[in-house]
């Protein structure tokens, strides 16, 4: 049963109840809330049926291009004899359920909004789409002719593979690189020091000389310490640092 927007104050009154509105409300038109057609008083009370919710939002019979963009008629066709779009694409949609639009990868909930789904513009496109592939692929021939695409696909995978490969190798080399010379720079940086000051120092007093190189390399008093402790070079007892 069709439901209707007063077009004087916005309330939406269902079939029965607007001929009282009319009396309240002193309305010259109504608008079906389904179909969006306008009646005055007298055609509203020949409206009394409208599009199904299925109709409006699966098959988009209120939309430009739908059969009732322009108002309901009886029989389900505009007012022009138009009849609804036909399903696109049968042989990729299933015949029981669970109900799967295969080229799409949608599922619906019934048959009738599955085929609603088949009226619509994407799923169209995208049913040519997959019929023009299937008609420019190059047929099999002696087992050769048909194997080119797959052959090239996979020349391109191995390419990309060896390319990522050799991007991460040459990140590791140099990273390694930077390890190795950070640690030599630290040991000669450190070395002098110490020699200067007779073989020793505190602690505080050598990671505080060595502010400029620390701030050169962006690194941390926490990580030369680990350093320091690791070296073979050098020795931590305590406060002081000694060169071994």
């Given amino acids: 049963m069709p439901w209707f ?25 109504f608008t079906c809330i389904d179909c969006s057609r306008q009646f005055d008083c ?11 919710e299925h109709d409006k939002y699966a098959k988009g019979a209120t939309k430009p291009g739908g059969f009732a963009e322009k108002g309901y008629y009886d029989g389900g066709s505009s007012g022009n004899g138009e009849a609804s779009k036909d399903v696109v694409g049968a ?15 949608v599922t619906c909930t019934s048959r009738q909004t599955l085929e609603g789904h088949a009226t619509g513009a994407k799923h169209v496109r995208r049913v040519k789409a997959r019929l023009k592939e299937s008609q420019s692929a190059v047929p099999a021939t002696n087992g050769h002719v048909g194997d080119e695409p797959a052959k090239k696909e996979d020349a391109k995978e191995r390419k990309k593979s060896s390319e990522k490969e050799k991007k991460t190798s040459s990140k590791k080399e140099n990273k390694e690189k930077k390890k190795t010379s950070f640690s030599a720079q630290l040991k000669t940086t450190v070395t002098e020091a110490l020699k200067k000051h007779g073989g020793e120092m505190k602690k505080k007093k050598l990671l505080k000389s060595l502010e400029s190189f620390l701030e050169k390399h ?14 073979s070079a050098f020795s931590i007892d305590g406060k002081m640092v000694k060169l071994v």
């Avoid at 007298?42 to 199904?52: E, L």
């Avoid at 962006?218 to 070296?231: F, H, I, Y």
């Fill in 42 to 52: 007298s055609s509203v009370h020949g409206h009394t049926q409208c599009v199904t």
């Fill in 218 to 231: 962006g690194c941390t008093e926490k990580k030369v310490e680990k350093k320091l402790g690791k070296s």
């Fill in 5 to 29: 927007y007063c077009d004087a104050c916005g309330d939406s009154i269902k079939k029965p109840k607007v001929a009282g509105h009319m009396q309240q409300c002193y309305t010259s038109s």
């Fill in 91 to 105: 042989e990729f949609l299933s015949t029981s359920a669970p109900w799967v639009c295969q080229v799409c990868n």
